[in-house]
């Protein structure tokens, strides 16, 4: 079955809602005549829905999963989905000049809102990263299917939690320094690489309301998003970035206030007589 069209997958979690989960994926190399054939063996369901079955596996009635993809209508992120999405994973490569602006810029604003996102790999060049990071967000490459070492530099964060030191991926993408992105607020993960590369390859950032985590491992033309390793980690990453049950989803705008209350003397007035009722 094609999860881009599946049914979301409910809760029966009685004691809290579930994480609304929309996993999102560009579609291109699942459909491409060059890639089709290979991404069919290594990603029947497309990497989108390697990455749902992963989270749902893993999280089950904490979750409630659903994907949507470029090809949809307003790129499957309409109005009505991202108003029932708690966090987004986005994966894009080759098209990331399709998406449409009006859709980044309602992804934005929610992400400002309090929703959580997840760009993953190349998404560190989709519209919507570089919106959040005001960066390039450049950075050096090699596909030479390197292995990949993943080192966890922030031991007891959440995103590490039941991660092996260091998770080891036998063939994929090589990324390096200089990655063009402003300072992380934390640094969770550093990649190494066959050739000595390096690679910040795990960080997060608060942006208005929204928590943001960049995980780099992932490609089309490795079984990646198989690895329970990465499985675990996209997990924990949705559990990270899940906003507050309590969350508005509005984005912090200018408010115009109304004067203080109290001015001047009248301040000292008030306090005045409020001691007094105290200590009356």
């Given at each position: 079955m094609n999860l881009a069209e599946c049914p979301i997958v409910t809760s029966s979690n009685s004691h809290a809602a579930?994480?609304?989960v929309t996993v999102?994926?560009?579609n291109y190399?699942?459909?491409?005549?060059r890639d089709r054939d290979a991404m069919a063996r290594?990603?029947?369901?497309?990497?989108h829905g390697a990455i749902a079955a992963g989270l749902t596996e893993l999280l089950g009635d904490r979750v409630q999963v659903r994907t949507a993809t470029q090809d949809q209508p307003e790129h499957g992120l309409t109005e009505e989905v991202l108003n029932n999405t708690d966090v987004l994973t986005w994966w894009g490569h080759a098209t990331?000049?399709?998406v449409d602006d009006a859709v980044v810029e309602r992804v934005y604003q929610r992400v400002l809102g309090g929703m959580g996102l997840l760009p993953l790999h190349s998404a560190h060049f989709s519209k919507i990263f570089i919106k959040l990071m005001g960066t390039s967000c450049s950075l050096a490459w090699r596909d030479s299917g390197d292995t990949e070492l993943v080192w966890t530099v922030a031991p007891g964060h959440p995103i590490t939690e039941g991660v092996p030191q260091p998770i080891?991926?036998?063939?994929q993408e090589m990324y390096g320094e200089y990655f063009d992105i402003p300072q992380p607020d934390e640094q969770i993960f550093l990649s190494t690489f066959t050739g000595g590369e390096v690679f910040r390859s795990g960080c997060t950032w608060r942006r208005g309301k929204g928590r943001v985590f960049y995980f780099s491992p992932g490609d089309q033309d490795?079984?990646?998003?198989h690895h329970p390793d990465i499985k675990r980690v996209l997990a924990n990453g949705v559990l990270w970035a899940a906003p507050a049950r309590t969350a508005d989803f509005v984005a912090p705008a200018p408010a115009d206030m109304r004067p203080p209350f109290f001015q001047g003397a009248q301040l000292a007035n008030q306090g005045a007589q409020l001691a007094a009722e105290v200590s009356a």
């Amino acid at each position: 079955m094609n999860l881009a069209e599946c049914p979301i997958v409910t809760s029966s979690n009685s004691h809290a809602a579930p994480i609304r989960v929309t996993v999102w994926g560009e579609n291109y190399h699942e459909n491409s005549e060059r890639d089709r054939d290979a991404m069919a063996r290594l990603y029947p369901d497309g990497m989108h829905g390697a990455i749902a079955a992963g989270l749902t596996e893993l999280l089950g009635d904490r979750v409630q999963v659903r994907t949507a993809t470029q090809d949809q209508p307003e790129h499957g992120l309409t109005e009505e989905v991202l108003n029932n999405t708690d966090v987004l994973t986005w994966w894009g490569h080759a098209t990331h000049g399709g998406v449409d602006d009006a859709v980044v810029e309602r992804v934005y604003q929610r992400v400002l809102g309090g929703m959580g996102l997840l760009p993953l790999h190349s998404a560190h060049f989709s519209k919507i990263f570089i919106k959040l990071m005001g960066t390039s967000c450049s950075l050096a490459w090699r596909d030479s299917g390197d292995t990949e070492l993943v080192w966890t530099v922030a031991p007891g964060h959440p995103i590490t939690e039941g991660v092996p030191q260091p998770i080891v991926i036998d063939g994929q993408e090589m990324y390096g320094e200089y990655f063009d992105i402003p300072q992380p607020d934390e640094q969770i993960f550093l990649s190494t690489f066959t050739g000595g590369e390096v690679f910040r390859s795990g960080c997060t950032w608060r942006r208005g309301k929204g928590r943001v985590f960049y995980f780099s491992p992932g490609d089309q033309d490795y079984p990646v998003y198989h690895h329970p390793d990465i499985k675990r980690v996209l997990a924990n990453g949705v559990l990270w970035a899940a906003p507050a049950r309590t969350a508005d989803f509005v984005a912090p705008a200018p408010a115009d206030m109304r004067p203080p209350f109290f001015q001047g003397a009248q301040l000292a007035n008030q306090g005045a007589q409020l001691a007094a009722e105290v200590s009356a």
